[in-house]
């Protein structure tokens, strides 16, 4: 994919740098994502509206970062077949709530 120039109609929407769809790393998400259980792939739609909307409403784009890097370690941790099918946390078996945004039991 090629990035437009900045007086193309579309600039606003695929500003420079902007990754293909097509990237391999991008498909490797993807796939990894459809492998998923309805419920994590819904809680990672909340987490990302959650940040979104936290950064409209404040402004602040450490929101948008933190959440970032959050999802990049969340999707390539559950791309690793051992962590797919590794025993539930520790956390799990005290009775501890999970936070993070793909935990079923969160």
């Not at 769809?21 to 259980?37: H, I, S």
Request: proline share 9%.
């Amino acid at each position: 994919m090629t990035t437009p120039r900045e007086d193309h109609p579309m600039y606003d929407v695929h500003p420079p740098g902007t990754v293909a769809l097509d990237n391999p790393e991008v498909e490797a998400a993807m796939r990894t994502v459809d492998a998923m259980r309805p419920s994590r792939q819904r809680a990672l739609i909340r987490s990302t509206y959650q940040a979104v909307l936290a950064f409209q409403r404040t402004g602040d784009v450490d929101h948008l970062r933190r959440f970032a890097a959050s999802l990049v370690t969340t999707v390539r941790l559950h791309g690793i077949p051992a962590v797919v099918t590794a025993p539930p946390s520790r956390a799990h078996s005290m009775g501890r709530r999970c936070t993070s945004p793909t935990c079923s039991s969160g």
